[in-house]
């Protein structure tokens, strides 16, 4: 990715979308409304939902561990916590890099 080259904006993806599907714009940011809300709910109640082609949003509950802070060098307690974690589909892989 070249330096000057900036990450597509929601803004720009909405009008790349409405464009090539002939839908308004306001009709691909509700449409992008009701994908986010259906995910974080049944991530939330279900532990993870899968998005066909792109990957699988999954709840994941990391133990208690020991750790350091890199400052001091002391040991510290992590709490055991529950984290979110974006697996990303095959296909999603092998069409941005193309295995050798």
Known sequence: ???????????????????KLDMTKKDVNNFFDALNELAYKETK??????LP???KLVLVKRKARKGR???TGEEIKI?????????????CKDAIVPPK
């Open 45 to 50: 109640k279900k532990g993870s939902i899968t």
């Open 53 to 55: 082609g792109f990957g």
């Open 79 to 91: 709490k055991a916590k529950t984290v979110v974690k974006f697996r990303v589909a095959k296909a």
């Open 1 to 19: 990715m070249a330096k000057d080259t900036k990450p597509i904006t929601k803004a720009q993806l909405v009008t790349e979308l409405s464009e």
């Open 69 to 71: 802070n890199p400052a």
